[in-house]
């Protein structure tokens, strides 16, 4: 089974490595996470573990998710995800899982999802870090737009831009994943992982840390 935990991200701060190098990282409180249900492939076609992850208020909940919480002994849960298997889990629904399962030295890489700062609506110069059109005289009011698009079209096929083409929208709040961040220390007693670098979202932000799948 693959390692797998949900958190939030605290923030980041840095460390001082074993060679004397300060690392930047980012501390993740995952954990404690229970588990909701276990999926096999005769009744539901796959295998995972649904995991649950921060405890909610029963009136901010539904009653499905309540009585769903309810089978595994536990009440419903704010951040529920599900970590795909490989081979049938040795877990029971009820069993809570932490940060131990990282702390064994053999998971050294992790991947990291979640939903990053959005940003609102932006043009192509914040979104693309487009270089805008000249200062000089004759360009009126017009310095950071993105210029012409007429040339992207599909030449005698169609009136449409090419999908793809870069322009002002919408930046930000969209699910990403840092893949193959090193794990540099796991706190145990605290449910801390620090994890090198920066993952996606502000603080205080839902995460989903699993075993790296290219690395480690």
Request: charged share 25%.
């Amino acid at each position: 089974m693959r390692a797998g935990l949900l958190g939030t991200k605290v923030g980041m701060t840095r460390v001082l490595g074993d060679q004397g190098v300060v690392e930047p990282v980012t501390v993740v409180k995952a954990g404690p996470c229970t588990v909701l249900q276990v999926k096999n492939e005769e009744k539901d076609g796959y295998l995972a573990l649904q995991l649950g992850f921060d405890d909610a208020k029963p009136h901010r909940s539904t009653k499905p998710m309540i009585g769903h919480s309810g089978k595994a002994g536990v009440g419903p849960k704010r951040f529920i995800r599900e970590i795909r298997l490989a081979q049938e889990a040795q877990h029971e629904p009820g069993d809570v899982l932490t940060v131990e399962q990282f702390a064994d030295g053999k998971v050294r890489y992790v991947d990291v999802t979640g939903v990053t700062k959005g940003r609102g609506f932006s043009g192509v110069m914040k979104r693309h870090g487009f270089g805008g059109l000249p200062a000089s005289h004759g360009v009126e009011r017009k310095h950071r737009s993105a210029g012409s698009i007429a040339g992207h079209a599909d030449a005698g096929k169609s009136r449409g831009i090419k999908k793809g083409k870069r322009m002002a929208g919408q930046q930000g709040d969209d699910r990403v994943t840092m893949s193959s961040l090193e794990l540099i220390k796991v706190d145990v007693e605290n449910d801390l992982l620090l994890i090198r670098g920066s993952v996606p979202g502000p603080n205080g932000a839902l995460l989903m840390v699993r075993q790296s799948k290219k690395k480690g």
